[in-house]
C-alpha cells in the first residue's frame, strides 16, 4: 500500500516563496512517477509539476521559471519549490504517485493511483 503525506503549506504573501513536501511510503520510490497537482473550488484538478521514473521533471506552463520539484530517492521525499507565488497560485496542492517505470512523463490527474490528502498554500496580495 502507497501512502503519500504533504506537509508545509500556509500563507505567505504575494511575490514570496514556499516550499511544500511529500512523504512516500508504502513502496520503493525511484521506481515511481510522481508529480503535484493543485485544485480550487470549482475546478479541476490540474498538473503543476511532475517527476518521471528517472527523474526528468515537466512543468506546467503557468509555473515554469517559478517553481522547482526535487526527488529524494534515499529519503523518499517529493518537494516543490514556490517562488515569485501570486494569488493565482492559491490552491490544495496534492502530491501523488504511479507505481512502475515509464520512460515518459504523466501529466493527467487520472494517471496517477496514489493521492496524499492536500495541504493548503494561500498567497495574499
Known amino acids: 500500500q502507497v501512502q503519500l503525506r504533504e506537509s508545509g503549506g500556509g500563507s505567505v504573501q504575494s511575490g514570496g516563496s514556499l516550499t511544500i513536501s511529500c512523504a512516500v511510503s508504502?513502496?520503493?520510490?525511484?521506481?515511481?512517477?510522481v508529480g503535484w497537482f493543485r485544485q480550487t473550488p470549482g475546478k479541476e484538478r490540474e498538473m503543476v509539476a511532475v517527476?518521471?521514473?528517472?527523474?526528468?521533471?515537466t512543468y506546467a506552463d503557468h509555473v515554469k521559471g517559478r517553481f522547482t520539484i526535487s526527488r529524494d530517492n534515499v529519503k523518499d521525499i517529493l518537494a516543490l519549490q514556490m517562488n515569485s507565488l501570486n494569488s493565482e497560485d492559491t490552491a490544495m496542492y496534492y502530491c501523488?504517485?504511479?507505481?512502475?517505470?515509464?520512460?515518459?512523463?504523466?501529466?493527467?490527474?487520472?494517471?496517477?493511483?496514489?493521492w496524499g490528502q492536500g495541504t493548503q498554500v494561500t498567497v495574499s496580495s
Open positions: 517527476v518521471d521514473s528517472i527523474g526528468r521533471p
Open positions: 508504502g513502496w520503493t520510490f525511484d521506481i515511481y512517477s
Open positions: 501523488a504517485a504511479r507505481v512502475g517505470y515509464y520512460d515518459r512523463p504523466f501529466v493527467q490527474p487520472d494517471d496517477y493511483a496514489y
